[in-house]
């Protein structure tokens, strides 16, 4: 079965701060695709990346940077020189492509503060 | 941009009322879901429908039912609100599982339903 497993319940760092959040997840499928999402207290979920199973580039955008290990079944996100707007709940999930059952698993998340 | 939105933000219903959660997406996408989140249990998914008038269950169906007559709408129902249905319920839609499912899902704000 499916399963992602975000260890850091919660981080709180000042500001200027580089952070890593943890994603280990764990699939039988040799196809899938895993995501990251964040939840501003505002509520709605913000996608901000998707990465196949196939493809194991890291990947930058801007201050934020993504580490994808298939070896050690992990996904890692870093937020570089952290910004009080980076202040959110955030969501490792999967997705795998022969699933029957069609379902997007998520982690239970990690709530980021950035202080001043 | 995609947009999904949902008929309220904050919702108090009695015991027993039947509730109609409304969402709504402008792309065209062929799928959607229900999800609800709770402290400490993440997002769990209700039902998802693959088309108009086609419906899966998700994990925990249960105490819920479904509505896709049109393809832009996707209703929750609750037939009988119970206590343990106050949480954060979240829609999100997605362009077709057909051709693959490495699409993300794009959310909606959500809605804080009480149950008193």
């Known amino acids: 079965a499916q399963k992602v497993t975000q260890a850091q319940t919660e981080i709180s760092v000042v500001e200027k701060e580089d952070v890593t959040l943890d994603c280990v997840y764990e699939?039988?499928?040799?196809?899938?695709?895993l995501f990251w999402y964040k939840q501003p207290p505002s509520g709605e979920l913000v996608f901000l990346i998707r990465?196949?199973?196939?493809?194991?580039q890291n990947e930058i955008s801007g201050r934020y940077s993504w580490n994808f290990q298939k070896s050690t079944s992990s996904f890692n996100f870093t937020i570089t020189a952290s910004q009080v707007v980076d202040s959110a709940v955030y969501f490792c999930?999967?997705?795998?492509?022969?699933?029957?059952?069609?379902?997007?698993?998520f982690g239970k998340g990690t709530k980021l503060t950035v202080n001043p | 941009d995609v947009k999904v939105t949902q008929s309220s933000r904050y919702l108090v219903k009695r015991t027993g009322e039947k509730v109609f959660l409304e969402c709504v997406q402008d792309m065209d996408h062929e799928n959607m879901f229900w999800y609800r989140q709770d402290p400490g249990l993440g997002l769990r998914l209700i039902y998802f429908s693959y088309d108009v008038k086609m419906k899966e269950k998700g994990d925990i169906p249960e105490g819920y039912s479904v509505s896709r007559e049109k393809k832009e709408r996707f209703s929750l129902i609750l037939e009988s609100a119970s206590t343990n249905q106050t949480s954060m319920y979240l829609c999100?839609?997605?362009?077709?599982?057909?051709?693959?499912?490495?699409?993300?899902?794009?959310f909606g704000p959500g809605t804080r339903l009480t149950v008193t």
């Open positions: 990465r196949n199973s196939f493809d194991e």
């Open positions: 999930a999967l997705s795998e492509a022969q699933g029957g059952s069609e379902k997007l698993v």
């Open positions: 999100a839609s997605r362009e077709n599982f057909g051709t693959s499912v490495s699409y993300e899902q794009y």
């Open positions: 699939t039988r499928d040799t196809t899938y695709y």
